[in-house]
């Protein structure tokens, strides 16, 4: 039986990792170590992502905990919405190929 390519699930991308990252701190898990428990990183993946966002003002850090910026709630936002959309494009082309056959 053939699995079909885009049902498999895939390794995340830069894009799937800082939405984790933004959206637990959105939720308050806002600790290097309950962020990489919930994001599933190791810590120096978990620095390098947090110094990013620090750096592209999306989060701030502030007595070791990191709280999410009006910039980094709209990045999430919008990262929520393309990956909404990605999901419903690839239904309707797996409906265009059952329609096709």
């Known amino acids: 039986m053939t699995e ?4 498999k699930r ?4 830069k894009e799937d990792i800082i939405a984790g990252i933004l959206d637990a701190i959105d939720h308050k898990i806002n600790t290097i170590w309950s962020i ?4 599933n990183l190791n810590v120096l993946s978990a620095k390098r992502y947090l110094d990013y966002l620090t750096e592209k003002r999306m989060i701030e850090e502030k007595d070791g905990e990191y709280i999410i910026t009006d910039k980094g709630r709209r990045v999430l936002e919008l990262l929520k919405e393309k990956e909404k959309i990605e999901t419903e494009l690839v239904l309707l082309l797996d409906e265009i190929v059952a329609i096709m056959r």
């Open 4 to 7: 079909n390519t885009r049902t």
């Open 36 to 39: 990489m428990s919930n994001v």
């Open 10 to 13: 895939r390794k995340r991308n």
